[in-house]
């Protein structure tokens, strides 16, 4: 599942009529791929591991643009032999699977991802500054660097 909010997620997954983790069969495989926090992940794996279901956090990078071909970048949190059992559909539209751990970890990562983004963003944004500052010609500029 990809939701758009962790209290998409929340109901989704545990709404105690409709909710996924109480319909689910014994053995089957919950992957997340929201971007949503490392203790959800975690809550989410521990009441899966009570009904015998298992549980991937997986969010993924790369946007419309990596879905569409198949380019997307998986980081995975969960059992490694979960993984493994879930390799060839998380490959099949991913260039790149990591584990990065137990339960949360891929949420984790995903923060990494996104603090990187953010820093580069407002570097773009200092630079532009800069530019205008000094008068120099945006556009000659971006193109340049």
């Given at each position: 599942?990809m939701?758009?909010?962790p209290h998409?997620?929340?109901?989704?997954?545990?709404?105690?009529?409709?909710?996924?983790?109480?319909q689910?069969?014994?053995?089957?495989?919950?992957?997340d791929?929201?971007?949503?926090s490392?203790?959800q992940?975690m809550?989410?794996?521990?009441?899966?591991?009570?009904r015998?279901?298992?549980f991937?956090?997986?969010?993924?990078?790369?946007?419309?643009?990596?879905?569409k071909?198949?380019?997307?970048?998986?980081?995975?949190?969960?059992?490694?032999?979960?993984?493994?059992?879930?390799?060839?559909?998380?490959?099949?539209?991913?260039?790149?699977?990591?584990?990065?751990g137990?339960?949360?970890?891929?949420?984790?990562?995903?923060?990494c991802?996104q603090?990187?983004i953010?820093?580069?963003?407002?570097?773009?944004?200092?630079?532009l500054?800069?530019?205008?500052?000094a008068?120099?010609?945006?556009?000659?500029?971006?193109?340049?660097?």
């Amino acid at each position: 599942m990809m939701l758009g909010y962790p209290h998409d997620v929340e109901d989704v997954v545990f709404n105690p009529d409709t909710g996924v983790l109480h319909q689910m069969k014994e053995g089957a495989v919950l992957i997340d791929h929201t971007t949503s926090s490392p203790g959800q992940a975690m809550r989410i794996y521990e009441e899966a591991l009570k009904r015998k279901v298992r549980f991937l956090d997986a969010p993924v990078s790369g946007g419309d643009i990596g879905a569409k071909n198949g380019q997307l970048v998986t980081m995975v949190g969960g059992d490694a032999e979960t993984l493994t059992a879930s390799a060839d559909l998380l490959n099949s539209y991913s260039r790149e699977v990591q584990h990065m751990g137990k339960a949360g970890a891929g949420q984790q990562t995903k923060a990494c991802n996104q603090i990187l983004i953010a820093n580069t963003m407002v570097g773009v944004c200092e630079a532009l500054v800069y530019a205008n500052k000094a008068g120099l010609d945006h556009n000659q500029m971006i193109n340049l660097l």
